[in-house]
């Protein structure tokens, strides 16, 4: 069995490199005119440097996972200003995907919690199929479609479940089949249970990513065992390896928080039940510490008899 590690955004070992710098509404209307767009510009080419940098980073430290920052464009869906945020930098999207392309990396997105197909009003359905648009369009400036994904929750349950996910897949109807493609759910930690997403995603044909923190915290009587085969199966109509999201709680005060960094025990029950399927994944790391925590929990599982570490990021158990 061969684990893939990686992590979210900010790389921790890298100096003042944040992608994710923003330029608020209210910020962007209290300047003249005619320095708007230019405010815009200066953002987001510091938020595309600083991503490249990180894309090095990963490369030199042999990292092939990575969720890249949805804040990358400030304002990039915004009514009032919905601005062409591909063509004024193509070379810098280019030269992200000659990266992703060259080194084998695994890249991602992962929308915010408002991109949601469930809700009864219409303009969160827009507004969600505008945010996946906006996603899908940086994946495909960076010539990463065959490689990226676009990872959301299922969303909210407003009062009745079975009328809910009726309206979620009514709603998937809308959102156009090239960005189905590269489209997956992932369970949440207080609605959607592990079964429920499961069975959503095999509706839909779109692959499922396991959140093991979530699972925890919202268990609701489903035993993992008779569900990760299934899971890990509903990869194979992309043909992709398996991806899984860790992390672990804050507190048990704070379940649902995440730690800084990921607690060894408390993900080490779901190693050893995917060792029964025995089947290569990818896991990315969700901690607080990012590329640090990562790390430490490659360390922590290295020390364990039979795990042996391939690289810096990958092991084989």
């Not at 407003?158 to 709603?171: C, E, P, V």
Request: proline share 4%.
């Amino acid at each position: 069995m061969r684990i893939r590690f990686g992590y979210v955004a900010n790389a921790m070992g890298l100096w003042n490199a944040s992608p994710s710098s923003t330029v608020t509404f209210t910020r962007y209307s209290s300047l003249p005119k005619d320095s708007r767009l230019e405010k815009l510009h200066l953002t987001t080419a510091r938020n595309l440097y600083n991503t490249k940098r990180i894309l090095h980073y990963n490369i030199g430290n042999e990292i092939e996972l990575y969720r890249f920052s949805s804040s990358l464009v400030p304002l990039a869906t915004h009514p009032e200003v919905m601005w062409d945020f591909i063509t004024p930098f193509k070379r810098e999207w280019e030269d992200l995907g000659h990266l992703v392309n060259q080194f084998n990396l695994r890249p991602s997105f992962h929308p915010n919690q408002f991109t949601l197909f469930t809700s009864p009003k219409q303009e969160v359905t827009q507004n969600a199929l505008k945010d996946m648009e906006y996603h899908f369009s940086m994946l495909q400036a960076m010539n990463a479609l065959e490689r990226g994904l676009i990872n959301i929750h299922i969303g909210g349950a407003y009062g009745d479940k079975k009328a809910t996910l009726k309206r979620f897949h009514q709603n998937l109807k809308l959102v156009p089949q090239k960005i189905k493609e590269v489209m997956t759910l992932e369970n949440d930690d207080k609605t959607y249970n592990v079964e429920e997403t499961l069975l959503a995603c095999e509706k839909e044909g779109i692959p499922m990513i396991l959140d093991y923190h979530h699972y925890m915290a919202n268990k609701d009587g489903v035993e993992l065992i008779h569900y990760l085969p299934r899971i890990f199966k509903t990869w194979e109509t992309r043909q992709m390896v398996p991806k899984v999201h860790l992390s672990s709680p804050k507190s048990e005060k704070d379940y649902r928080s995440h730690a800084n960094f990921v607690s060894a025990d408390f993900v080490l029950p779901f190693f050893k039940l995917a060792k029964e399927i025995d089947r290569d994944f990818d896991v990315m790391i969700e901690a607080k510490q990012k590329d640090l925590s990562m790390f430490r929990l490659i360390e922590d599982l290295t020390s364990i008899r039979g795990v042996k570490r391939i690289t810096s990021s990958v092991v084989e158990w």
